[in-house]
């Protein structure tokens, strides 16, 4: 971050699902709250100057970026990245790579969001790969806070993992949940098919045994598919093939308990009954399984953050996602997970004995 | 089959949770209930005798067959298989090859069963990998008697599968379902991080590429993580890593909504105000989560079936097992499965290309 001026973020407002007007209201009344933030608005001042011009904000903390050029939803992320330079999401990469924002958000393309924040950002040395975290929400709560869910990475950066890219992930998702949770050593576990330290593909098993000599890693050793609703640790490392199904499944399993939940015969009886309290138990259920209130999803790896909001977020989550950007900006999050990282055993050694 | 004898299912007594008295208590439930069928029990005669005197049921249909070694529940499996040459499980399976039986039920240790029908049963000529399957809750029903589950597997056979053994899963699972379900023809779908056919990891896309070519599979291409929980397709298709971590998850999402539903507080709302319709709402999403009452889980890839109940199972439950392994051995499922693995490209084409 550079000194002598607020926390900036490069808000990229092109490709979310409901186009540039969530992001713009969601910078608007940022502007207002928070006098230690500056937004800087990626993307079509066309469309964007008179949205802005229809609410109220401070304009000594907005600034706009022009591009008319965006990926959208449903374009291949690399074909598109490739094609488009001057691309919204890159550019608001590149207002980061060029010190003039600390951090990026994004309700567009996730795939384009990784290629760009790859292109445009630097990695933090000695980390390979970088890793899409997501929260899953649980039922224990987590940190100072309470907060009713755990982090979850990799959930579809790339497909598979090294050992050593697992134990990236568990240093960067415990940093990570250190400075927006609070807390201040979260407990970091593998998935696997089991608790013993033998369990597991071979990349579980070379995570398990870097991750119980690394000090720098409150590691609690395997979690199975149970723990991530009960939520027995803080942060669960995967690699983004079963990161991405864990996670689609829980986002499936929110969808049908909230059909059955929102079943017109039972609400019939719940008003009738003036039943407050059980119709409360059910949308708290509704609501631990509803993480679009709990921000975005970060893109790990880089020096700065980017933070990947869902591309159905509506304003409040944009503001979320700001918020948490500038958490993890002010965190400096870069330089702790390149001195943990540097402590893990070299890629060559590892490299030395797998097939 | 033998022919001019009732369907014989040999019923491993030994190692589930609750000892063999719950397994006995089914035998004898279902030899008063079903003329077509026998069973012999395999266990410990000093303990299964006095069990079956306190009991009502019918001489002949049931037989015992003595064995006084079994594996526990905690025991590694690969160990104890081989110090207990006389281990039940084994036994069990040997009645079965030896011809005496048409199909095991066990509630015992899962990786020993596994093992003892590998060592003991034949292999379906073809099939590389035995799998385990399981059924998983679902919002949709499934097939002619709208079963509200779909087949998953697998879910921890093995970790590990290639292109060709995801194809003899789906060959697999949907011959069980038809023979289970009664659905003449169970779509099927591999399990990926998208729905194109180039998403996944390579031995995903590999197996897509050959299902679509295989007339014998009514395949649906590629589901995602959220279409385990809406049942989008009778059959599920995946790796055993992947599936046990799936498979464990609903589970403890099932035993959080349990708690939460059978809070103590919303309970006696829900009695007073005698709201058993509501009621009865929680406990129909308590029991699709609850998947003990639908028998047990198929190991599959033998000529003859071998089904593993849940360790935790009643009298009730391994009762459910036994009618679903009868079924299965009537289906005669190893011939069907035989000749349609015998269409899918040979394992040498496959290694061609593999690196």
């Known amino acids: 971050m550079s000194p002598g001026r607020p926390t900036t973020i490069a808000l990229d407002c ?9 992001a713009v209201a969601a910078a608007a009344q940022l502007s207002i709250e928070r006098p230690d933030f500056h937004l800087i608005l990626v993307g079509d001042a066309v469309v964007i100057g008179p949205l802005l011009d229809e609410l109220e904000y401070e304009p000594g903390r907005l600034s706009l970026r022009h591009t008319d050029e965006w990926v959208s939803m449903d374009e291949s992320p690399a074909k598109a990245i490739a094609a488009k330079p001057n691309a919204s999401v890159l550019v608001a990469c590149q207002l980061v790579s060029d010190g003039r924002a600390d951090a990026v958000v994004t309700s567009g393309n996730t795939g384009a969001a990784i290629l760009a924040a790859a292109r445009k950002m630097g990695r933090i040395p000695g980390v390979r790969r970088a890793a899409l975290a997501a929260v899953t929400p649980t039922e ?10 755990a982090l979850l990475l990799d959930v579809g950066a790339t497909l598979s993992a090294s050992g050593r890219d697992l134990v990236t992930f568990a240093i ?38 870097m991750l119980a000599n690394l000090s720098e890693v409150n590691f609690a050793g395997n979690v199975e598919g149970l723990d991530i609703p009960r939520g027995s640790v803080d942060v669960v490392v995967t690699n983004g093939f079963l990161g991405n199904v864990v996670l689609k499944m829980l986002e499936g399993i929110g969808e049908v308990i909230s059909e059955l939940a929102n079943d ?47 591309g159905r977020s509506k304003a409040r989550a944009i503001g979320n996602a700001c918020k948490v950007a500038v958490k993890a900006a002010r965190a400096d999050m870069g330089r702790e997970i390149e001195r943990a990282v540097s402590r893990v055993p070299a890629p060559e050694e590892e490299g030395a004995h797998a097939t």
């Open 14 to 22: 092109m490709g979310g699902d409901h186009g540039p007007s969530e």
């Open 140 to 149: 224990k709560t987590h940190g100072p806070n309470d907060d009713p869910f």
């Open 172 to 209: 960067m998702g415990a940093a990570y949940a250190q400075a927006i949770s609070g807390n201040p050593s979260p407990t970091v576990a593998l998935l696997s098919n089991g608790t013993e330290a033998h369990k597991g593909p071979r990349e579980v098993v070379e995570a398990h045994e």
């Open 264 to 310: 017109a015969y039972a609400r019939k009886f719940l008003w009738r009954f003036g039943l407050t309290m059980l119709s409360s138990g059910l949308r708290q259920i509704q609501q631990a399984l509803d993480w679009e209130q709990y921000g975005g999803a970060p893109i790990l790896g880089f020096v700065q953050p980017i933070i990947k909001a869902h």
